[in-house]
């Protein structure tokens, strides 16, 4: 079982990349840290420091983030594109943000890629910090927190969960994987998009 293989520290390393960093778009943090409770339930994590460990680092992951939008400003746009960076990702983050406002840390957690570029918008737009850092918090711990105890509470009420387990792991994979399949399928830029990175990627390998 991989999250066992990487531990309770490679659990909050992936959440931290996910929440800060460029790369982390690609990171099943929602599966992910609902199977990390689901193995707490199983005692295999201690769910303690399990949902504490993963809080702490999607706050600090968000807040890597905003330094990196506030740093880098409106230059990020003319980035080059990678197979990590896309910049349509960051413009649906930036559509995203200039929606909802600072109400976007929050909602984006929940939300794939979007959870990924939304602090980095938070930067570029210069988020008043302490603003930033309220609902960075409250975010935070409702998905991170959250997510996690759900799967445990999940594990924890079923009978002989642990029979269940691929299964459920599983569907919830399936589950937070839709709403971008969904996008891309609906979209015909990002369907291009994904086309094109998807023939790069195979042919540099």
Not at 26 to 52: E, N, R
Not at 83 to 91: A, E, G, I, P, Q
Request: aromatic share 16%; glycine share 10%.
């Amino acid at each position: 079982m991989f999250l066992q293989t990487i531990g309770l520290l490679g659990v909050i390393a992936i959440v931290f990349a996910e929440s800060g960093l460029f790369i982390g778009f690609f990171l099943p943090g929602d599966s992910l840290l609902f199977t990390a409770g689901f193995l707490a339930s199983q005692h295999i994590f201690p769910i303690v420091w399990l949902m504490i460990g993963c809080t702490m680092a999607a706050i600090v992951g968000d807040n890597v983030g905003y330094a990196l939008g506030h740093r880098m400003g409106k230059k990020i746009f003319t980035r080059e594109e990678s197979f990590f960076f896309h910049k349509n990702h960051l413009t649906r983050a930036k559509v995203f943000y200039e929606r909802y406002g600072a109400k976007t840390i929050v909602f984006a957690r929940f939300i794939p890629v979007v959870r990924s570029f939304a602090p980095i918008m938070a930067g570029v737009g210069n988020m008043h910090y302490k603003t930033f850092l309220y609902y960075n918090i409250v975010g935070g711990a409702l998905w991170a927190a959250g997510s996690t105890g759900l799967g445990y509470a999940l594990g924890s009420i079923i009978p002989g969960a642990s029979h269940y387990f691929f299964p459920i792991v599983i569907l919830v994979i399936i589950l937070s994987f839709l709403p971008p399949i969904i996008h891309i399928l609906k979209n015909k830029s990002e369907r291009r998009a994904a086309w094109r990175w998807v023939k790069k990627f195979f042919m540099q390998s």
